[in-house]
């Protein structure tokens, strides 16, 4: 048996269950709960998924290729031990050739809630949701096709998904064609073999149909019982819309006035780093020469009687013709100069 029943509680489901939910995408509440969770333990696939990583990391591929998925697949009760003993085999969703001839690759999708919404779609108060641990490698964007067209699979690659992303206001049926992963792999006569070894099953969810739903779903406004069951956004939409607005607002308006009682309490504890400068009062001002302390300078070196005959009079003669030079008198402390010639 590679069925390992796991405690709902434990460090393994608890992972599983956040896989699951982290892929969802529409964030609405579904229709399900968690019944059991099996996980896959395969000791042959596990290697034989290994050693196609490590081909891929010899051959030089980005990082980016060797990046590790999580894919679903809505399964049938009788089907998973078989899956989980020889793994995911081609042609696993016939007549589904939007990507690819479902007859050269296996097709997983990529949001766990598509696929309830499907199980919803056929009435079901009981599904079982596999879980593929899956390495993508080199993709190939193609544009969906809405005809069995039998497009082959693109040698040098190893998968096709849509060029387009799904939203949440897409029908159930535009959902499932741009969520879908085509993978396949080439042996080394270039045909395409009939289990790609870069798909492993991981786990096993089963769900039920929570309390209070009936079985009648399929009925309800938004679903349509003809082929992939189209699921309506419509009703509530706006209300949902407005919700969210006044909800974001309001935490934005409490991290802003968190945030600036956080800034005023580190104003008030901070200190001072330099002390404050002293206040330097304003000096008179100067007009011309009419200062009492220069002018008496002034007169005083003006009036002392000199002998033209003194021969340190005339060397400070010669030395100021030499130089040619202005004696320059300059306040430091008032905004005005004198110059004297």
């Known amino acids: 048996d590679n069925l ?69 697949l809505l399964v049938s009760q009788s089907n998973i031990q078989k899956l989980a003993q020889e793994g995911l085999k081609t042609n696993n969703l016939p007549s589904f050739d939007s990507l690819g001839d479902c007859k050269l690759a296996v097709q997983v999708c990529k949001h766990a ?11 079901l108060q009981t599904c079982s949701l596999m879980l593929f641990k899956v390495t993508y ?25 849509s060029h387009e992303r799904a939203v949440p206001n897409d029908i159930l049926n535009t959902q499932m064609l741009k969520s879908m992963v085509y993978l396949y792999e080439y042996n080394d006569d270039c045909e395409t073999i009939d289990r790609p070894r870069h798909v492993l099953p991981h786990a096993v969810i089963t769900y039920r149909k929570s309390s209070g739903t ?71 001002p100067l007009y011309g020469m009419h200062h009492p302390v220069m002018f008496t300078h002034v007169a005083q070196s003006t009036n002392i009687p000199r002998n033209p005959l003194d021969p340190r009079v005339q060397r400070e003669q010669m030395s100021a013709r030499n130089l040619k030079c202005h004696c320059l008198i300059v306040p430091l402390i008032y905004p005005h100069c004198l110059f004297i010639l």
Not at 143 to 152: L, M, R, Y
Not at 239 to 262: G, P, V, Y
Request: charged share 30%.
């Open 4 to 72: 390992r029943t796991v405690d709902l509680k434990s460090r393994d489901a608890q992972e599983v269950c956040n896989v699951v939910e982290r892929s969802y995408l529409d964030n609405q509440k579904t229709l399900w709960e968690v019944k059991t969770i099996h996980m896959v333990d395969n000791k042959e696939l596990e290697s034989q998924y290994r050693t196609k990583r490590q081909c891929m990391k010899e051959e030089g591929r980005h990082s980016r290729e060797l990046q590790e998925h999580y894919t679903f």
């Open 137 to 161: 490698g080199k993709c190939k964007p193609m544009t969906v096709q809405t005809s069995s067209a039998h497009v082959e699979p693109t040698p040098n690659y190893d998968c096709h998904t």
């Open 214 to 284: 009936s079985a009648t779903s399929k009925n309800k406004p938004g679903y349509s019982t003809s082929g992939y069951t189209a699921r309506s956004h419509q009703a509530g939409k706006s209300q949902s819309k407005e919700e969210k607005r006044s909800s974001f607002q309001q935490k934005m308006a409490e991290k802003i006035q968190k945030r600036l009682q956080m800034e005023a309490d580190l104003l008030q504890r901070q200190t001072p780093m330099f002390p404050p400068r002293p206040i330097i009062q304003p000096l008179p």
């Open 113 to 123: 809630d598509i696929q309830l919404h499907l199980a919803e779609a056929r009435a």
